[in-house]
C-alpha cells in the first residue's frame, strides 16, 4: 500500500535506517529519518529507552517523537538475548559495554568484548535477536514483536551488518549477520519480521 503521509523512522542508529528504508520501500512505504525531519538529537533522547521491554522501549520511543513532530511515527528496540547469560544483554545491548563515551563501531566493538568475556567460560552459545516494532499515530498507537535464532560464534565473521551482527551465526541462514547481505538478512530478520508484522496487520 502507499502512505499519503511519510512516516517518521525514530532512530539515529545508520544501520538501522539501511534495514528499515528497505523494507519500508517494498512494502510502498514513504519515511523520512530524523536528519531529513531536521531533528537534532537533545540529551533527553538518552533517557527515552529506560523500560524493562523491548515492547515499552519502542512505544517509549515513538511516542516521543511523534509528540515532537506529530508526524506517524515509527520506532524499534531490539537486541542480543543469550540463553547462558539469562537473556542478556537483551534492553541492554546497545549499552552493555557501560561506555557511555563511545558511538558507532567503538560501541559495537566495546560490547562485542564484553560479550565475548562474558561468554569465556560458557559451553551453551545458543541465542536469539529480538525486536519490538512500535508505530504512533493520532490516536493510534500498534506494537509487534519479532525473533530469530541462532548462537554466537567466538570469532567475528564478516563485514556486514552492525552491532552484534558479525558474532551471530544464524540457524536459517547458515552465516552469520555478519556475512549476510542486507537482502537476506531483511528477509529472516528479527527486525524484518517485526516490522513486516506491523505492516501487514495494522496497514
Not at 125 to 139: I, M, P, Q, S, T
Request: net charge negative; hydrophobic share 40%.
Amino acid at each position: 500500500m502507499a502512505s499519503e503521509a511519510p512516516f517518521l523512522i525514530a532512530t539515529r542508529s545508520e544501520g538501522k535506517l539501511r534495514e528499515l528504508n528497505g523494507i519500508l520501500a517494498t512494502a510502498g512505504l514513504r519515511a523520512v529519518n530524523l536528519s531529513q525531519a531536521m531533528i537534532e538529537p537533545t540529551a533527553a533522547e538518552e533517557h527515552i529507552e529506560t523500560f524493562d521491554t523491548f515492547e515499552e522501549n519502542a512505544l517509549a520511543k515513538a511516542r516521543y517523537f511523534h509528540a515532537l513532530t506529530g508526524m506517524p511515527t515509527l520506532a524499534d528496540d531490539s537486541g542480543l538475548c543469550v540463553d547462558s547469560l539469562g537473556g542478556e544483554p537483551g534492553v541492554w545491548s546497545r549499552r552493555f559495554s557501560g561506555r557511555d563515551d563511545l558511538s558507532g563501531q567503538d560501541l559495537d566493538d566495546a560490547n562485542n568484548a564484553k560479550l565475548m568475556a562474558e561468554l569465556a567460560d560458557k559451553t551453551d552459545l545458543r541465542a536469539e535477536y529480538k525486536c519490538a516494532a512500535a508505530f504512533v499515530g493520532d490516536g493510534v498507537e500498534f506494537v509487534e514483536m519479532g525473533e530469530v535464532r541462532g548462537e554466537i560464534v567466538r570469532s567475528p565473521r564478516g563485514e556486514n551488518g552492525f552491532g552484534y551482527d558479525p558474532y551471530f551465526l544464524s540457524s536459517e541462514l547458515g552465516m552469520t549477520f555478519g556475512e549476510a547481505t542486507t537482502e537476506a538478512k531483511e528477509l529472516i530478520s528479527h527486525r524484518g519480521r517485526a516490522i513486516r508484522a506491523l505492516i501487514e496487520k495494522h496497514f
